[in-house]
């Protein structure tokens, strides 16, 4: 390849600049810029097979500046993976495989969705993270099955945002040094010319971090970038590499400049660029020795037909090791999972434990993760508060990569947004809590979760004024629906430990579905049931009290549901419980209609009341900030008390 690498680099700033005119919309410059970069990276040094886009021990690449997409849907098609140019032409098209910025599962070969800038080197953190567990865990003194490398491309946006901080600090404290990240330093973004904004000394940021820094270095100098590469891998810390860029590198008017950062170049500048490089080719065109010379799937079949012999060889020597890897990878629990998940409800149902439902959580865990090899965990630096290190947790060993709990610090971001990656890589089912409050920091990463559909689950405690004298900063009153707004998200507010347990289990379970548990600090009263109402807890919403001759319903959620039952005595009242609004819409309607009943409904719960509206005909519920001062004494002010659910529902009643 190397008596081409001009031209190499010059098809993918041809197939940008051509996609992005077609389409007339998207990111030209980057691409442009980066291509050198791009090159050096999938040109001679990344190991991977597009034949098998899913072998496991590939290197994994993320480009973090998810705008610069035309990029790597270039390499894609170029090297040969199930992107044909068609779908390059197909560019931010309606169902195109090349969206406007990389989406997971659109197209083979994008391992995960880049866009919200920060996020994309933090998910590399956690595919770096992934591989070194996986070692420390699988690999023996004489077969290194897991043995790849973490690539990440990341522009001055990423840097600037404050996860890229979060994440890029832990991957230092955790010496994670097959990640390699090059930095796009164009100095560029779109305001114009970052002097006026972005003025960091990144090389002494990273370095403070515990990083081994590279440059700056030529970006736009392919034999520069290959050796900074293959220097990086020599150390045993992360590695950044600076690479001084030119953005829209290759245009004769526009080059340098922020006009070529979110808009099309426009077809004289593209055929001014054309000439400028020596690309004599139309729109879409790549010459034969081009492609032949990206071409990378002999190579990459041969790479895993050596790893292949490798694995068979550790099949034959540790079967059981090679077994569980195998299923952990394949995303399958344990055989026996829903049989210990039935036997500990029912058994935990005739137990009764009168405790709070962060407490719960850990014991859920303990009766469902001591034998699930794929669980990793870990707080935002709220352990003892969250309960987050159950029976089975050991602390993450930082020279070994064994061990299932990670300290990630006061980094509800990064925490939020490495677990992405932990997920998307395979093998893993990661978990990472902090107070609900502080949910509002990991908002995006936890949006990113549902929308790659990945099995993430959130722990988040302290879920009402019920936490008390902490006051209002602390005191989640919008939290809990705001959540829900959340597409393809599960959010759970149990009552108890059984419904908890309920939680933890549905959370394991549901491979396209992240989770969050919304948890109680203060004690919960254990609920009667019997074996069908027990089992109709997974489906989101259920009777928890029938009453045939009843006047209306309670409707409640965690807390408020000892609140609901206690009213019901002296109320002629049904109690519902509805721990998971999103599984109870996705019953059948002759369910739903079953559990709401015919009856007037008041829906209680310690927090804004507009959602409950749609199952509801009047809410008690805060609509304000809370205070501080102890529950109880919040709970009374605040009208979450047994007279006051009775004079309100004897008031709907009335109407």
């Known amino acids: 390849m190397s008596k081409i690498n001009t031209q190499c680099a010059n098809a993918i700033r041809a197939l940008s600049m051509d996609a992005v005119q077609k389409a007339n919309s998207g990111h030209p ?59 390059l032409k197909n560019f931010r098209q309606l169902d195109a495989k090349t969206a406007g910025h990389p989406e997971y599962g659109f197209a083979d070969g994008i391992e995960t969705t880049t866009g919200p800038l920060g996020q994309g080197i933090a998910n590399a953190v956690g595919f770096a993270l992934a591989e070194k567990m996986l070692a420390g865990t699988y690999n023996t003194d004489d077969l290194t099955i897991i043995d790849h490398y973490t690539y990440a491309f990341l ?25 390699i990240a090059l930095y796009d330093d164009n100095s560029i973004s779109i305001d114009g010319d970052t002097k006026g904004w972005f003025t960091d000394n990144t090389k002494e940021r990273f370095l403070s971090y515990g990083w081994n820094v590279i440059g700056q270095i030529d970006g736009n100098n392919i034999e520069a970038v290959d050796q900074a590469i293959k220097e990086a891998k020599k150390s ?12 829209g590198k290759g245009s004769p008017n526009k080059e340098g400049s922020e006009s070529t950062h979110g808009s099309p170049l426009g077809a004289d500048e593209i055929a001014a660029t054309k000439a400028n ?21 002999e190579a990459g079949d041969a790479r895993e037909e050596a790893w ?9 020597k540790y079967p059981e090791k090679a077994d569980e890897l195998l299923r952990r990878i394949s995303g399958e629990l344990p055989e026996d999972f829903e049989s210990t998940l039935e036997t500990s409800l029912q058994n935990l149902q005739v137990k009764g434990d009168n405790i709070a439902t962060r407490v719960a959580s850990k014991n859920a865990l303990d009766l469902l993760a001591m034998n699930l090899a794929e669980i990793v965990g870990g707080s935002a630096d709220l352990t003892p508060s969250n309960n987050t290190f159950f029976k089975g947790s050991k602390d993450l060993n930082i020279t070994t990569g064994e061990g299932n709990y990670i300290r990630f610090g006061v980094r509800e971001f990064g925490m939020a947004a490495i677990m992405n990656g932990l997920a998307l890589y395979g093998g893993f089912i990661p978990y990472g809590a902090t107070f609900l409050v502080f949910s509002d920091y990991a908002r995006n990463a936890i949006r990113m979760s549902a929308l790659m559909e990945q099995r993430v689950i959130y722990i988040m405690t302290h879920d009402s004024i019920g936490l008390g004298e902490d006051g209002p900063t602390h005191q989640p009153v919008e939290h809990v629906e705001s959540l829900r707004l959340i ?19 549905n959370a394991l379970q549901s491979e396209g579905t992240p989770s969050l548990l919304a948890l109680s600090r203060q004690n919960l009263p254990h609920q009667a049931r ?22 209306i319903t309670l409707l409640a959620t965690g807390s408020e549901i000892a609140l609901a039952m206690d009213a019901a005595k002296e109320l002629n009242a049904r109690v519902v419980s509805m721990p998971c609004v999103e599984l109870f819409r996705a019953q059948s309607k002759a369910y739903k209609n079953e559990v709401l009943g015919t009856h007037k409904i008041l829906a209680i719960e310690a927090g804004v ?11 008690l519920g805060i609509d304000h900030f809370g205070a501080s001062a102890p529950a109880s004494d919040l709970f009374k002010h605040f009208g979450f008390t047994v007279d006051h659910v009775i004079e309100t529902a004897q008031a709907l009643l009335a109407e």
């Open 29 to 87: 410059g980057a691409p442009m810029g980066m291509a050198e970069m791009a090159t050096a990276l999938w040109g001679l040094n990344l190991s991977h097979n597009p034949n098998n886009p899913h072998w496991i021990n590939r290197d994994r690449f993320v480009l973090s500046n998810g705008h610069a997409s035309m990029l790597l849907y270039s390499l894609l098609h170029l090297t040969g993976y199930a992107l044909s140019i068609e779908d």
């Open 155 to 179: 522009g001055d946006g990423c840097m600037m945002e404050g996860i890229s901080h979060e994440a890029c600090s832990l991957a230092g404290t955790l010496k994670l040094n097959k990640l």
């Open 236 to 247: 045993d810390k992360p590695t950044l590499i600076i690479c001084k860029t030119l953005i």
């Open 277 to 297: 490089i020596g690309w004599n080719y139309g729109p879409f065109e790549v010459p034969e020795e081009i492609y032949n010379a990206w071409d990378a799937r």
């Open 308 to 316: 292949n012999a490798l694995f068979d060889q550790y099949v034959a």
């Open 487 to 505: 597409p393809n998200l599960n959010v759970w507010r149990p009552c108890d430990a059984v419904e908890t347990l309920v939680a933890w289990g």
């Open 530 to 551: 019997d074996s069908k109402t027990l089992q109709n807890i997974a489906k989101g919403g259920y009777v928890l009290l029938e009453n045939q001759d009843a006047d």
């Open 609 to 619: 009341t507009r959602g409950w509206y749609e199952f509801a005909d009047a809410v």
